[in-house]
């Protein structure tokens, strides 16, 4: 008979993992003015800095929510593709 070992670190990475792939796949099923990204989600979605993020936000490019008490902020899956939309380029013919 084999024994097994387990490493509970191991074991706390997998299921860290196994939750993050939940979400993407949740995020899937719902229409984009219910997808929330916090502001750190922003960032690796769009790949900007926060200082990017924050100066979308101050010069009204991007909507977003805030908690007055807490300050966290989150913003709409649309509302980003909003934004996208209004620096898209087509191509030219």
Known sequence: MNNIKIDLKGLDDINQKLDFLMQKIDKQNLPPDQIIYDNKGLQ????????????LRKNGKLAYSKDSHTGKIWYKLSDILEYLDSCYYGRFK
């Open 44 to 55: 690796e979605f769009l790949k900007i800095s926060a200082g990017k993020a924050a100066l």
